[in-house]
């Protein structure tokens, strides 16, 4: 059976979009993020968060940091009803300082390597998914994976699904 998902960028779509963010004390929630997963779990979808996250190859944090928060942030989704199914991440940059994620790949969107990663290991029907990010190379992976991407410019994100959901393409 083919699952129906939704694909999230992190920083600017669930959270507030804070550089290198992988301080649990510096997660500031996007309004209504928390409550849009929610009703995603609740209509009966994966939900997937796919980030770029080049300050691993910057230096500025390690995996088992931003897994820290990664947790964090399950853990307050899932008190409002929520819930991640898993988070993918690039920490990748071809110019990175950390020698062995300074790479050339294809998971750093706007490459669509993530999304394809998750279409495979969950079996995703690619007509009834979408993406939310909040820049043109989340809708450029998306489309490059044949998913349809919503771009999310701020404000709330339960109105902005809540939108999408009605039809009128957010």
Not at 43 to 48: A, T
Not at 59 to 80: C, P, R, T
Request: hydrophobic share 40%.
């Amino acid at each position: 059976m083919k699952h129906k998902a939704i694909f999230l960028d992190r920083d600017g779509v669930l959270n507030i979009d804070k550089a290198y963010l992988y301080e649990i004390d510096n997660l500031e929630w996007v309004a209504g993020a928390k409550e849009a997963v929610a009703e995603m779990v609740k209509q009966g979808y994966l939900v997937f968060v796919v980030t770029n996250q080049s300050g691993i190859a910057r230096g500025y944090y390690n995996i088992a940091d931003m897994e820290k928060l990664h947790q964090h942030m399950l853990e307050e989704i899932k008190s409002a009803g929520g819930n991640i199914d898993k988070f993918y991440y690039c920490p990748h940059l071809k110019e990175g300082a950390v020698e062995e994620y300074a790479i050339d790949c294809d998971c750093r969107k706007p490459n669509p390597g993530m999304l394809l990663q998750v279409c495979k290991e969950y079996e995703i029907d690619k007509e009834e998914s979408f993406l939310i990010g909040d820049n043109v190379r989340d809708i450029e992976a998306a489309e490059a994976a044949g998913i349809k991407g919503y771009l999310f410019e701020g404000g709330n994100l339960l109105e902005f699904l809540q939108r999408i959901f009605a039809g009128s393409g957010a």
